[in-house]
Nanobody, 121 residues
Framework: QVQLVESGGGLVQPGGSLRLSCAPSGSIFSIQTMGWFRQAPGNTRHLVALILSDGRTNYSDSVKGRFTISIDSAKNAVHLQMNNLKPQDTAVYYC???????????????WGQGTQVTVAS
């Protein structure tokens, strides 16, 4: 299983911005999907944004127009640009990816360790 390394969480005031990044720790053959989920205390983990290998994206209604997901193909990294952050965006954000580590090997899913995003005055 591939390890995903996340960065970019932190504390920000309402209306501010943060950029989350995630990349596999080793080399991979191809990316099927990469995305971000979040889990607030007492809640279940749910999808925030997803990007497919063909560039198509999908966003939760609660973040549409404020968050942008993108892939840096050269680094096999996924980024989540979060603008106009709100207190309700506070959660642990988890990177998720379906990757193929080598040609001929079936794709497998991996999770990052999670990074805390706190939006507060």
């Amino acid at each position: 299983q591939v390890q995903l390394v996340e960065s970019g969480g932190g504390l920000v005031q309402p209306g501010g911005s943060l950029r989350l990044s995630c990349a596999p720790s080793g080399s991979i053959f191809s990316i099927q999907t990469m995305g971000w989920f979040r889990q607030a205390p007492g809640n279940t983990r749910h999808l925030v944004a997803l990007i497919l290998s063909d560039g198509r994206t999908n966003y939760s209604d609660s973040v549409k127009g404020r968050f942008t997901i993108s892939i840096d193909s050269a680094k096999n990294a996924v980024h989540l640009q979060m603008n106009n952050l709100k207190p309700q965006d506070t959660a642990v954000y988890y990177c998720h990816a379906v990757l193929q580590v080598a040609d001929g090997v079936p794709p497998t899913a991996s999770w990052g360790q999670g990074t805390q995003v706190t939006v507060a005055s």
